[in-house]
């Protein structure tokens, strides 16, 4: 389930600060001799690690990055200000390359990792720099060093966050493409997705997360059957499961609290760490049934299953019920970031 997201930026460092030339004039004083002052430094440029992020998606609304420029010294010893330091926040797991040499500059894998990717510009020196005993009124100064400027490649190697599993059929591809960038294939027989299908849910910057469409799992898969073990290894590592289960009338073979209970059950037989994954459940093909008995078939699934957990009722196809759907799973990862976090920083 490992894909690379991947994004090209450019990044240009602050230009250091041109030193001053300049001599001290005061009344009475005839020789007052040289105080131009040194320039600033030019700001430098850093990624750095932001647990709250995941994806690079906020890249494609700007690409272009520079650091401001050190400030000019000037008369009576006065130094100019040197310019801050750039930070740019990157998901961890980010590995950046010069895209010029495709040489690896550096990865950044831990929350607060930081890694410099342009460095500013060196400061200029005023004539007071220059001053000595055989030389009391140098007029030279230095001009400040431009900073580095790179074109960077930066490529996030994702485990998704959230993943589909249910049943083949059950409509996980459809929602996958209602929801995200991700176009898998649709069809109306079983096994249409051979492999793992990731999209990026966006809902604004700042807020996206990885979710995988997951292929169809059936009875027996957890010893091989149908696709295989392969494919339930593949959401081992996701925070959240979402179970998506085919409600239609269209299929009367298919019964849902049925579906729902072998979904589980191999997912038990994997492994006793993912049966207890948080999971929700995700009622889907809403659509197919008519309107007055939409609410009756949700609460008869939840009362079957004694279902406690969240429950969503949605339709793939309508896109109805998905945007809310989409906005709960975002909050729920955030607050688990969020609480990961403040467990690190107490320990």
Not at 180 to 188: E, L, N, T
Request: net charge positive; aromatic share 6%.
């Amino acid at each position: 389930m490992k894909f690379v997201d991947e994004v090209r930026i450019n990044v240009a460092a602050g230009k250091g600060g041109d030193g001053c030339l300049s001599f001290r004039r005061e009344k009475f004083i005839e020789y007052g001799g040289p105080d131009g002052g040194d320039g600033g430094d030019g700001g430098s440029i850093y990624l750095t690690v932001d647990p709250q992020l995941n994806t690079l998606v906020d890249f494609r609304f700007q690409r272009h990055f520079k650091a401001r420029n050190g400030q000019p010294g000037s008369g009576r010893d006065r130094y100019g200000k040197s310019a801050e330091d750039l930070e740019i926040r990157v998901p961890a797991g980010t590995f950046v390359y010069d895209e010029s040499t495709d040489e690896l500059i550096g990865e950044l894998l831990e929350p607060g990792s930081r890694l410099l990717v342009a460095k500013g510009g060196r400061h200029g020196m005023g004539n007071a720099y220059f001053k000595s005993s055989t030389n009391r009124a140098p007029r030279k100064i230095t001009h400040g060093l431009p900073g580095e400027a790179r074109e960077l490649r930066l490529e996030l190697k994702l485990l998704a966050d959230v993943g589909l599993v249910g049943l083949p059929n059950a409509g996980k591809s459809t929602l996958i493409s209602r929801v995200s960038a991700a176009r898998p294939k649709v069809a109306d027989y079983p096994f249409t997705t051979l492999h793992p299908v990731l999209g990026v849910v966006s809902l604004g910057p700042d807020r996206s997360f990885v979710i995988a469409d997951i292929p169809g799992i059936i009875e027996g898969a957890a010893e091989g059957a149908g696709l295989g073990l392969q494919f339930l290894r593949h959401i081992e590592r996701t925070r959240l499961l979402l179970h998506v289960v085919d409600v239609s009338s269209v299929d009367p073979e298919r019964e849902p609290v049925a579906d729902i209970r072998t979904v589980a059950a191999e997912l038990k037989k994997h492994s006793r760490q993912l049966a207890t994954r948080e999971r929700w459940l995700v009622l889907n093909k809403l659509d197919t049934l008519a309107p007055d008995l939409r609410d009756a078939v949700v609460r008869k699934i939840r009362s079957r299953l004694r279902w406690k957990g969240p429950l969503f009722a949605i339709s793939g196809v309508t896109g109805e019920g998905c945007h809310d759907l989409m906005l709960a799973v975002e909050e729920r990862l955030r607050a688990a970031a969020e609480a990961s976090q403040t467990g690190e920083s107490r320990a």
